[in-house]
T-cell receptor, first 116, second 114 residues
């Protein structure tokens, strides 16, 4: 069965601290995709990154970086020098191709609060 | 508009009533998804359309839930005999389809059943 676990329900940091959000996934497929989405208070899910199962290279985008490790089935997300605007709920998600559907299986989310 | 549009943004209905939620995807996107998000949880998949057909409806919780996309663009999620447990935010997402995995989400419809 497919499953995504985000064990951290809520994290609170002070501005400029680095913070890592954990994501562990389960799947039997060899081909799959992993995602991170941000959900600010407005409610709309904002796409951050997609990774396919064959690409284990870490990725950096500005203050954001992602560490994908198939050996531990993890896809962790780090924010460097956090800012108040980073406060949101962050979701990790898994997608597998089924009859052309790339439906997303989400974790329960991690609420990040960045205090000034 | 440029993004996925959902109407209404909020809907309050009485238990037992029928409701329709509308999703207008990004122009040219052939794939359309409906999700449901309860408070404090991640979104849960309901149904996937490729064009006009429902290619995967495995997430619909029961036969009170139904969705259509008659012309391959706008989709309507229909809920009959609403129950208090149906209260949630209903999210719609669209993507280019044909193997493209990046889905863009609307702002959601908050449904409250009283």
């Amino acid at each position: 069965a497919q499953k995504v676990t985000q064990a951290q329900t809520e994290i609170s940091v002070v501005e400029k601290e680095d913070v890592t959000l954990d994501c562990v996934y389960e799947t039997r497929d060899t081909t799959y995709y992993l995602f991170w989405y941000k959900q600010p208070p407005s409610g709309e899910l904002v796409f951050l990154i997609r990774r396919n199962s064959f690409d284990e290279q870490n990725e950096i985008s500005g203050r954001y970086s992602w560490n994908f490790q198939k050996s531990t089935s993890s896809f962790n997300f780090t924010i460097t020098a956090s800012q108040v605007v980073d406060s949101a709920v962050y979701f990790c998600a898994l997608s597998e191709a089924r009859r052309g559907s790339y439906k997303l299986i989400f974790g329960s989310g991690t609420r990040l609060l960045v205090r000034p | 508009g440029a993004g996925v549009s959902q109407t209404p943004s909020n809907k309050v209905t009485e238990k037992g009533k029928y409701v329709e939620l509308r999703c207008d995807p990004i122009s040219g996107h052939t794939a359309l998804y409906w999700y449901r998000q309860s408070l404090g949880q991640g979104p849960e998949f309901l149904i996937y359309f490729q064009g006009t057909g429902a290619a995967d409806d495995s997430g619909l919780p029961n036969d009170r839930f139904f969705a259509v996309r008659p012309e391959g663009s706008v989709s309507t999620l229909k809920i009959q005999r609403t129950e208090r447990g149906d209260s949630a935010v209903y999210l719609c997402a669209s993507s280019l389809g044909q193997g493209n995995t990046e889905a863009f989400f609307g702002q959601g419809t908050r449904l409250t059943v009283v």
